[in-house]
């Protein structure tokens, strides 16, 4: 791979990357159609990190399905497919572990210790190997580009960070990968999450209320809801620094994770 993009770079392409965990949806394809639009070359890795997961967390059940993805892949404007062998990626004298302190430790961060230091590690690893030009992330995982983007700035990786909106089903739930856990009724109820954040949302843009009224509305959403068994964070926060905000800002990020039936979800809005 290494190789590879640096025949492509000495010829004057530019390289667009797209990371991912594999399971390809549409989100995946958005970035990747994005990516294809403003560079040369479009590689995508494929790679499910466990570095990211944490002890109890998915990393056993995550959905793979490298075929079909291939499939995807093959009629998509993807040129190159990265797939990393986990024992060669991380063999058993690896040890250097990178950290973005403050905003890891915040919302997600708060609930999955080590996450984004996974994250991190592996977003590292991958820029290295690829030499992207611009590397492309879903806002769906809002924190994790607020995290990459901290990363390549204080590090002065040469990479341009594009974020991408989120993809949606028509019923408004965010695509996930993880969405095939969902039994049929958790997956009618896990449209409330998208619910509850446009009614914050028209909250803060119509002026019906301050970040804790808003929070609140959205919490007494979430809870109205049968399935959703547990609420890990909700209310409105800085898009910067991802702390919860008292006083609403020129843009404000209002997102929540959820659990239904076992399953995590996360999703959030610009307001
Ligand atoms: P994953 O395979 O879940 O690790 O995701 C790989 C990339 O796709 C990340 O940058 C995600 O933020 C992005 N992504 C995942 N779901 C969506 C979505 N529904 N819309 C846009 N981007 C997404």
Redesign the pocket.
């Known amino acids: 791979m290494q190789e590879t993009s640096k025949r492509h770079l000495c010829k004057g392409k530019t390289i667009g990357f ?11 394809m ?2 990747i159609k994005r990516a294809k639009s403003e560079n040369d070359i479009v590689v995508v890795s494929i790679f499910v990190n466990r570095l990211q997961f944490g002890a109890g967390e998915d990393l056993g059940r995550y959905p793979r399905d490298i075929d079909n993805d291939r499939e995807k892949l093959r009629s998509s404007e993807a040129d190159i497919l990265f797939v990393p062998e986990d024992k060669i990626f991380y063999p058993d004298v690896f040890a250097s572990h990178v950290t973005v302190e403050g905003i890891s430790g915040r919302l997600c961060g708060a609930f999955r210790p080590g996450h984004f230091s996974g994250v991190v590690t592996v977003v590292c690893k991958l820029f290295n190997i690829v030499k992207p030009t611009r590397a ?6 809002f924190q ?2 607020v995290v990459v983007n901290r990363l390549v700035e204080d590090l002065n990786m040469d990479i341009e960070v594009v974020t ?5 089903e028509s019923d408004g739930l ?4 993880r969405n095939t856990y969902l039994s049929a009724d958790e997956r009618a109820a896990a449209t409330v999450l998208y619910k509850a954040l446009m009614f914050s949302s028209k909250m803060i843009k119509t002026g019906a209320g301050g970040p804790d009224e808003v929070k609140n509305k959205l919490t007494a959403m979430l809870r109205a809801e049968p399935l959703v068994c547990d609420i890990q964070y909700a209310g409105v926060y800085d898009p910067e620094t991802l702390v919860e905000l008292n006083e609403f800002k020129q843009r404000n990020l209002v997102a929540a994770a959820i659990n239904i039936g076992g399953t995590r979800l996360i999703d959030n809005v610009l307001a």
């Open positions: 797209v990371p991912t965990m594999g399971a390809l949806h549409e989100g995946h958005g970035l492309y992330f879903g806002q769906k995982d994790q580009t991408c909106p989120t993809a949606r965010a695509m996930s990968s």
